[in-house]
């Protein structure tokens, strides 16, 4: 998988930030985790990882857990909800888009080996290929 392709994917196609992209990876690949471990991971303020988190709830890409919790959906589900409340934002026609479908294929192999104890795999390792 080749994590900085799928990162500018994720920019370029639904708008995130780079920031929101780095922790939606992060938290899809690597499985639940409260904001101190997403600002431990990603060396950012404890209040950056938060806010971002946050905002990953508002545009559909995590699930509202409660306090300072967070996990993400499926990524094929995942992939398409964040585009289409992109689309609704911008006022711009919903339509299938293959970037898009391809975000959340790549994603769900790691996503499933993040959330069982066999074959698990460091999301780390993942961003290397």
């Not at 970037?99 to 460091?122: F, H, Q």
Request: proline share 3%; net charge negative.
């Amino acid at each position: 998988m080749n994590y900085e392709k799928i990162k500018n994917d994720l920019i370029s196609e639904i708008r995130l930030t780079q920031s929101q992209a780095e922790v939606f990876l992060l938290v899809t690949l690597g499985g639940k985790m409260p904001a101190s471990q997403i600002s431990k991971s990603l060396k950012i303020s404890a209040e950056d990882a938060l806010e971002t988190s946050q905002k990953l709830v508002e545009l559909g890409g995590f699930i509202d857990m409660p306090e300072t919790e967070f996990e993400a959906m499926h990524p094929r589900f995942t992939a398409v909800n964040m585009y289409r409340r992109m689309c609704e934002r911008e006022n711009i026609d919903f339509k299938k888009n293959l970037v898009v479908d391809n975000i959340g294929i790549a994603l769900e192999e790691p996503y499933d080996d993040a959330r069982t104890k066999y074959n698990k795999k460091k999301w780390k390792n993942m961003s290397e290929t």
